[in-house]
């Protein structure tokens, strides 16, 4: 920036062309759309309007913004608007976007590259109107607020006030000098007296750093550091640390030996913010590297314990760090249970990081340390959990291996009614829902009680693939229902041996036929006796005995040998378990249960009646007719990650009463949609929608019908078919009303990759704003209804509509659905 652009005004016709195309673009549906929000002044009786976009449309190509700043206020005065305050133009990680791909770095930038500390608090900006009132902004409001708790605009205006009186400097002096330069001051506010970040700032540490001064004008234009340095000693701001690096070769290496230890020159650091200019153009260009640890450590440790406080239940799913996690946890919770003003102030903000270094002390480590590999080892195997051993605490899941007819159910149900309080049987033939994995969610819900401490997950599994799937299950699902300290035994029933499994054909079709329609999926007078010869031949062609050296079986704990015989096999099945779970595990059966015990349970098990009907899908195509696509959608992988993600976002807002009951209803009563999807076209758009969305089905069909017609199972029961292509996506803004939850996502303009990571370029998301319909608040609303509550809260109707932003840069992944 040259020295003459200092005194450089915009004039009142550059700033209303400005606002003409702010308001145009408040006006848009989604893309490039703008918010307005009129603020009072805390000292003055002028007004000036915070304009804002949307996180994800800074940055895009296809997107042109009025104004790239974050954090834009223009004087409220048709006549004479002026721009009041000014933050930077929004600025990228490295590798976030294409600008700041180290290559890009190397081509379209020049030095030298100003490295300044990034540092850890609430952005401020400070400028001033014409008659000297000092003007104080958050990032997009300023004013009395009573819609907030604190309000950082009042708290840093207030340290700004001290802070001039310190350096003996008149208020409206300063004031006057900010306007007469036409600039505005951004400092970070961090002060763990007013609210707590990630690092620490207490006593002399606390304060307004200084850190750049923008023009207020539309192109984006700062000051030098050295100039910003010289402007901080003036006025009292604490400094921020900079340095000039000549070269991105020497800038790349400094930066990865930072990252490797987690600080600068011993200090705990969370990245730097770094400035260039352009190569074409000569503007300033900024770019940032955040150290991803241990300040991602951190953040989990402030909402795990959060989370605490609120549910007082520590089952959690984590993506990272889950050992040492744990072992916080372990230490922090007894002392959240003893002192609840700690935790009235840890939900404030406040004693977030004493709590945490109360943690380190504990382990004698630095985070650092602790992050360090082979620090790690050594921690999991001081305090590793003994997952070997069997107490009181331990409890079991029994996986049977068999076909239909071998008496698996009439076996569990004796088990089951010899112990009614502590064990409990899942059916998989009661799982009507699509999402194949709730007869595992069903089996831990049930294991999570306090007095269960076995459930037998009623299922064949004569298949390699089905026991895999069920451990895989087991590994995925279970620290979202256990402890993550819970030891679980898993113990395999094989009914009978490869070698027997003639006799056992023979057997289980006359017990099959004899049985009639009491079977939940075989019913002999709606198939006839051929179909249920096919059926179960089917099954037993199928059968894979077990393989205790080999995966899956060779993860059972225990795998118990039984025999199905003409007479009372499950009875005797039933007694045989016994033994073997009273010898291996006699924390579970701590004695066998008499003989008149053992037969009542048998014969009370054989009053079973199936309640919900089961059609059992055949082999074969008997439609030979091609089924046709109802909708393409994305099929989220990582549910569980997207509620924690909305969780998070509730927990940080400031929601009206109203707004928060109706959120929670997700939580409280369960009303998350079953799967989370992503609609990418559907057929009522083949007929009714745009040209564009007509031809986008189109080349959807195109693409998929040929795995529609190949598809080995085309029977008209099959809800969908999941293809290799997938979907990439960030969640941007949580909204919902009284009727429906949804989140606005952002998609590529071609979202769809195949399988060798190749985007499709026929195919486009065909919705005009992307999103994930996530609960149904109120009973009777179609999904559908999504689209009209998005596109509501995008152009900023707040009548009986909430919504929040994510705070959240993550990528998530969807797999490309054809649903029927």
Known sequence: MSENAVSLRPTSEDIRELVQELENAAQLASRGKATKRVCDLFDSSKKVVSWKFQEWDYGKNNIQLPCNARGLFILDDPEKPEIVARGYDKFFNIGEVVSTKWETIEADTVGPYDVTLKSNGCIILISALSDGTIV????????????????????????????????????????????????????????????????????????????????????????????????????????????????????????????ERGSYDALEVEGFVIRCHSRTNGQDFFFKYKFEEPYLMYRQWREVTKDYITTKCRIFKFRKHKFITNQYLDFVIPILDNDPELCERYMKGFGIISLRNMFLQHYGMSAMEILNYEKVKELELRNAVDFDKVDENTKFLIFPIAVIGCGKTTTALTLKNLYPDSWAVVQNDDITSKDKSMLMKKSLELLAKPNIKCVVVDRNNHQYRERQQLFTWLADLKEEYLPYDTNIKVIGLSFFAADDLQNVRELTLNRVLARGDNHQSIKFSVYGEKKVIGIMQGFINRFQPVAKSKSPDNKFDLIIPLQVSHTDSSLKNAREILHKLNHSYPQLVPSIPSEEEIKEAFTKSLAYKPTIIKHIKEKGNTNPKQRKAVYYSAHIKERQAIIDEIQKAIKSSNLSKRGRACIEKLFDQDKFQPAFHITLSHKSQAKKGTEDQKSNWKNFASRYDKIISTYEEKDENRSSITTADIVKFEIKKLCWDEKIGSIIIDLPEHPVIDCNGQIVPELKAGNAISHITIGILQPGVAPFYSNELCGRVLKGSNEDTWSLDFDCCDQFEAQVRINF
Request: aromatic share 12%; with cysteine; hydrophobic share 30%.
């Open 136 to 259: 104080v902004c958050s990032k997009h409001s300023t004013g009395p607020r009573t819609d907030v708790d604190r309000s950082h605009a009042e708290s840093g205006g207030k340290y700004l006030l001290e802070q001039l009186k310190k350096a003996n400097v008149d208020p409206e002096t300063f004031g006057r000098e900010l306007y007469d330069l036409n600039i505005t001051a951004v400092a970070e506010y961090c002060d763990d007296s007013f609210e707590e970040h990630i690092l620490e700032y207490k006593g002399d540490k606390a304060g307004l750093y200084l850190h750049g001064i923008n023009l207020n004008q539309r192109t984006f234009a700062t000051w030098p550091m050295e100039k910003v340095t010289q402007f901080a000693s003036k006025y009292g701001f604490k400094p921020t640390t900079y340095f000039a690096i000549e070269d991105v070769k020497s800038l790349k290496k400094f930066l990865d030996e930072c990252s």
